[in-house]
């Protein structure tokens, strides 16, 4: 991509960012993301509401608040009933207006495969943004739901996994960051992103780069939605997860037994779909970050720290 100089384009030197910002005048600046996919799930509801509440993750790890939303959809008009269209409209409708936005238009094209996203707008301080570049070493880092939704889909769809057996994870995919996000405002943090495709380590891995700083992660403090380890023992792990590991391994220090490191691996970096937020904090706003999550009624749970090593290093503990 060209390198762009206009100075209201706010967050052009990040490297990986989702979002775009846009300053408007000191008080307001617009956030913009784009995503959208395949069904994850069956259930088409369902469907609809993961990949909206996925969409807004862009807006909620800057600390944006949404505005807006353009329905994204490609459907097999003539080969699939329409009826299941308009459950995965409802779906995204419902998180839409959750989410405290209003679906303001779209576009449809006729394809073969059905997906659905959305394109969204929200709004931040210019000043209170907050972006990937800013965690610092003795930084605390949280991460706000559990991971494995790319072993677990697998296995749903291996039919190795029943839907009631995937509930947790399910939700979760279809929660928005929406407490987190407020959360972390609230709290004061360095820094923060979601995650998604490149899984835990792939974000975490951008959010050093941004900094310039490394992170130790001790594994056994990561949320793993149930049956993830076993599903992922089980081989049920998507090939986003290998893509991740080859382009990333470079970066990782793995200081456990060398027997558990390449299923640990494939489980940090499996692609995450609505995944929650990665938040660094400083120790002394870490206690009120803890006490803004609990009374959002979203989760936080610390999994390591920011370190002054090479830029972009992760250790595991
Ligand atoms: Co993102």
Redesign the pocket.
Known sequence: MPSIDDPNYLNREQHYA?AGVYRLDDETALVQSIDFFTPVVDDPYLFGQIAAANAF??LY?MGAKPLTALNLVCFPAERQPLQLLEEILRGGFDKIREAGAVLIGGHSVDDAEPKYGLSVTGLVHPRRMITSGGARPGDLLFLTKPIGTGIITTALKGEQLGEAEAAEALQGMAALNAAASAAMLEAGASAA??I?GFGLLGHLHEMLINSGAGAAINKEDIPLYPRTRELAACGFVPGGAYRNLKHFEEAVNWTGAEEEKAEWLTILFDPQTSGGLLIAVSPQRAEALRAALSRGKAEGFQIGEITGDKAGEITIF
């Open positions: 989702d993750s862009d790890a992103t979601d998604t």
